[in-house]
Structure formats: structure tokens, C-alpha cells
């Protein structure tokens, strides 16, 4: 028997290694990143995409060629691809579509707390939850096996704990490959035209209906023996907790729990006196229990906010409802000491410039000793709402406005705000600040097109930022280094804010964090061109 020690990320790599995956794509974000870093350590067809969105584009089209397909994202990315989400329900699909969202409760690393059970149940999709590595292993291969046999996308909800903790994980002997990806032509049910969608709808509440009953058997469905005053239903990490801190009640584990097997809950709930849905997030479980008329207690509302713990589960179990202890402050992150922002906040904060901020590590400005950034909504909004003040702004403020965007969040979703900001211009202009540090700093030095390589590092096709801007008709595109120059920098800042046009800065300076790596895959990118063979055929 293979045993290794994985965490929950590890071990779906390792499942779609075993499945033998064709395809694996999405974008970096805690806690979900280190999958597809593992799958490419592990010799699996990993790469980035430019953003969640496109990413679940690409796997929907394996999946439409037979393929089978893995797309990972934190759970806010989730928001991103929901457009082809919920298309995808309604024209299923061919190959095996595993669709991974990582949940972060208590927003460890996220701008909100969301629950992706929620959206499964709105695309009508089914979703599996794994409580530990093991499960994310088996489940996750037991999620390809369900997509290929409902011809469905499958969502697999992971949340933090699950994905970042280490267990010890049983692989399985490696099952037969799967068949070569092949193209059958199916247009009215790939085409979601009205006239094809309206069928296509009623056939996904069929395939809803018909996995209900195999919600209701193992392995969808596990249940722990347990003395009658307390049973317990409980999905995830929960499931965990509460074998913990209860170890005699008996304990339901739906890892199906869209759609759930209400039949298979309504009769454990009447074999125990009492019965409470212990879940982490959002009461998903407990709500669908309580209109299909379930006697079960709900997580009490306190319990809602941030991840359950073991102690939190006595708690919510005993019924005590009093304030918690607030969590011991630790130390607030900060921008590195040689972190090539630092001119930049500072210079915001000494023009007093209104800052609407973006997603990535530069969101730190808004911390001591700069206090620069005044919005952060979601990825790619710096410039949406950038532009909505300046547009609504007396002007003496709206020339203070500055919009301001990583290098990788641009690639992701800033290239629809610049558009914006060419049809749309405000009447005073508008500036936006690109903080290329030529690298996915916030989630751990990840590539993006706009470095140029790709996730194993190797050089590929470049977006440049500047080059967009210009094509796209900037007048005022310029590119410092404001670490070299601070000064200089300060000074371009200050002609653009007086300027009544569209003007774009990109200040470059490598990651401290990445620098030296950087500079070592350039250098390789370099050696292999001038080794490549010359068009003549000979080494250039």
C-alpha cells in the first residue's frame, strides 16, 4: 500500500494524477494554489489561466472533447466563472469536469466569507465536501468517476483546514486510464440557445433528481453509531470537530450535499431525541433540513462567522450562546522592508491622492504607516471605481484619484476596466498606477502572462501592460522604476494628476521575495534561445 502524509491539496493533485487528468487550469488563491503545484511537481498537465473565468472556459472545452479536466480557484473566484458555471450545468458534459473551490473561513486570506455549497445549489450542480486529505483523495477521484456518469460538472468544496492540513492519505493501485479525448458534435446540447436551453434545464433537474438516491449510499454518505440523546449531522472539517468533542453522539457525514439525501437525514433525525446540524459556513444543510420539515437545531448565528474549532463545537453542541473570547492579536502583516512599493504609498500619501485599490499583496498600503488605499472591492474593480468617482467627483477631488492594479491582477480582470476608461474617459482624466513586481506575490510568487512564463517557469508568449495601453489609445503611458528614482517618480505622478487625460504608469521593480528567481529563470529562458536552432537549422 502507497501511504503518504498530504495535505488536502496535495491529495487532490494526487487523485488527478491517478485519474489521469488531460487537463488542469485555474487561477492562484489561498487556500487553493499549492494543487496545481503539486499536480506539476507530480509531472500532471498544470498550468495557469489568466483568470477563474477562463480558466473554467478551457476545462468545460476538454470536458466537451472527453477529456477529463480539473479547475481549481479560491471560493471568490468562483464569483469570476459563475457565468459559465451555471451554463455549464445545462449543457453538462462529456469528459469528467471537477471543479475545485477553496473556501476560506474566517477570511485567513480573502476580502469575504462565502459559501460555495450556496452556489451549487443555484447552478444545480452536484458538490461534493471532504472532512481530511484522505477523503479530498477519494473524493476527488470519486468526483470524476460522478461527473463522467451524471455528465455533469462536479464542485468539490474545500475550505481551509482541510486544504492546508497534513494526514496521512492511502493512495489507490492506479485505475485504468481513460479514454483518448474524442469530439462528438452535439449542438442542441452544447449550443444554449432558448429553443436547446429550456430542455436542457428540464434534463439537468432530472439528473438532480436521479443522484438524490445515490446521495443517500456510501460513499456519499457515512454514518458513525452513537448513543440516541444526540445525533449530529455534519459535512466537512465539522464532521471532524465533532467526533471530538462528542465522541458518543451519533454522527451523519453527507459528503453529497447537493443534492442531499433528505430522506436518508429524516430518518436518522427521528432515531436520536436530538438533532443538530453542526456545519462550517453558511447553514446550508440545516435550512434544507428545516423546509423539508427535518427536526433539526441550526448552528446558532455566532457560530456562522470564521472556522469551527473543537472547543467552538462543544460550545455550539451545549447550547452556549455567550460572547466569545476574542483571539489574541498577532502581529499585522506588513509590506516587506525592501518591497518596491514603499515609494509608491508613500508618494500617494504625501499628494493625498484618493486611492482605489485592488487585490494583491500592495493591499497592505492601507495598513500603518501609509493608510493609502481607500476601496478594495474585488479583482479588477480599482478601475471601475476609480472611474465612478471621477466621474461624480467635484473636481478639485476627482483630479485626486488614482486607480491602482498589480501586474497580475491586471492580467486577471484589469484589461475590461482600461477599456472602460478609454470609451468612457472621465472629464478630468484619470491615472492608473500598474505595480509590476513581475510576479502573483500575495499567493506565493506565481506566474501570470504578464511575466512571460509559465507555471513550471518556462518562457512563454508575454502580455505587455504597456504595449495594451498604448494599442488601446493611453496618451500618457510611461514605465519607472521608483525605487531608482523616487523622485522622478513623485514628479511624472504630479504632471499626470494635473493633466485633463488618460494617463497609465507602471512602475516595474521586481519582488523582493522573487528577484533572484526571476533573474535565474531569465537567465535559463535565454540560454535555451540561443541554443534553439537558428531558422537555418543551425544553433543560433
Not at 54 to 80: D, P, Q, S
Not at 347 to 372: E, F, M, N, Q
Amino acid at each position: 500500500m502507497d501511504r503518504r502524509l498530504l495535505s488536502g491539496d496535495e491529495a487532490v493533485a494526487a487523485a488527478a494524477r491517478d485519474a489521469g487528468v488531460h487537463l488542469a487550469t485555474g487561477y492562484p488563491g489561498t487556500p487553493s494554489t499549492e494543487i496545481l503545484e503539486a499536480l506539476e511537481a507530480l509531472g500532471g498537465p498544470a498550468r495557469w489561466a489568466p483568470n477563474e473565468k477562463v480558466a473554467l472556459e478551457v476545462g468545460l472545452g476538454a470536458a466537451f472533447g472527453g477529456a477529463r479536466a480539473l479547475v481549481t480557484m479560491k471560493h471568490v473566484g468562483l464569483n469570476v466563472a459563475a457565468d459559465p458555471l451555471f451554463t455549464a450545468a445545462y449543457t453538462g458534459v462529456t469528459g469528467g469536469l471537477v471543479i475545485v473551490s477553496a473556501d476560506d473561513p474566517g477570511m485567513a486570506s480573502s476580502q469575504n466569507e462565502q459559501d460555495s455549497r450556496r452556489y451549487a445549489i443555484a447552478a444545480g450542480l452536484p458538490c461534493l465536501v471532504p472532512s481530511d486529505s484522505q477523503e479530498a483523495y477519494d473524493l476527488a477521484l470519486e468526483a470524476f468517476a460522478l461527473s463522467e456518469r451524471a455528465a455533469l460538472p462536479v464542485i468539490l468544496r474545500m475550505t481551509t483546514r482541510v486544504c492546508h492540513s497534513k494526514s496521512i492519505v492511502d493512495l489507490r493501485p492506479a485505475p485504468p486510464p481513460p479514454a483518448p479525448p474524442a469530439f462528438v458534435r452535439d449542438i442542441p446540447g452544447r449550443v444554449m440557445i432558448p429553443a436547446f436551453a429550456r430542455p436542457a434545464h428540464r434534463r439537468l433537474r432530472a439528473k438532480l433528481a436521479g443522484l438524490e438516491a445515490e446521495a443517500g449510499r456510501p460513499p456519499f454518505l457515512v454514518r458513525r453509531e452513537g448513543g440516541p440523546a444526540l445525533g449530529v449531522i455534519a459535512d466537512g472539517v465539522a464532521a471532524r470537530h465533532v467526533r471530538e468533542a462528542a465522541p458518543g453522539a451519533a454522527l451523519l457525514e453527507p459528503k453529497l450535499v447537493h443534492p442531499l439525501p433528505l430522506e436518508a437525514l429524516r430518518a436518522f433525525a427521528a432515531s436520536v431525541e436530538r438533532c443538530v446540524v453542526v456545519e462550517e459556513g453558511d447553514p446550508v444543510i440545516a435550512d434544507a433540513c428545516r423546509a423539508a420539515g427535518i427536526p433539526v437545531a441550526r448552528t446558532p448565528g455566532q457560530f456562522r462567522f470564521g472556522e469551527l474549532t473543537v472547543a467552538r463545537v462543544r460550545r455550539l453542541l451545549a447550547g452556549d450562546e455567550t460572547p466569545e473570547a476574542e483571539p489574541p492579536r498577532g502581529q499585522p502583516p506588513r509590506l516587506c522592508d525592501a518591497c518596491p512599493y514603499h515609494p509608491v504609498y508613500a508618494t500617494l500619501r504625501k499628494l493625498d491622492c484618493i486611492v482605489a485599490g485592488d487585490i494583491g499583496c500592495y493591499s497592505l498600503g492601507v495598513l500603518p504607516p501609509y493608510h493609502a488605499m481607500d476601496t478594495l472591492v474585488a479583482m479588477g474593480a480599482s478601475l471601475g471605481v476609480g472611474l465612478g468617482l471621477r466621474h461624480v467627483l467635484p473636481e478639485g477631488e476627482a483630479r485626486r484619484v488614482v486607480s491602482l492594479i498589480g501586474d497580475s491582477t491586471f492580467a486577471h480582470s484589469g484589461l475590461s476596466g482600461l477599456v472602460e476608461m478609454v470609451y468612457n474617459p472621465p472629464a478630468s482624466g484619470h491615472v492608473l498606477l500598474v505595480l509590476d513586481n513581475g510576479t502573483t506575490a500575495m499567493t506565493g510568487q506565481q506566474e501570470h502572462p504578464a511575466t512571460g512564463r509559465t507555471l513550471d517557469h518556462r518562457a512563454t508568449g508575454r502580455l505587455s501592460i504597456e504595449g495594451v495601453a498604448r494599442a488601446l489609445g493611453v496618451p500618457n503611458v510611461d514605465v519607472v522604476d521608483p525605487v531608482e528614482d523616487p523622485a522622478g517618480f513623485e514628479a511624472l505622478l504630479v504632471d499626470r494628476l494635473g493633466r485633463r487625460e488618460l494617463s497609465v504608469i507602471v512602475t516595474r521593480r521586481a519582488c523582493i521575495l522573487a528577484a533572484a528567481d526571476i533573474r535565474r529563470w531569465e537567465e535559463a529562458a535565454g540560454a535555451a534561445c540561443a541554443a534553439a536552432p537558428a531558422p537555418g537549422g543551425e544553433a543560433a
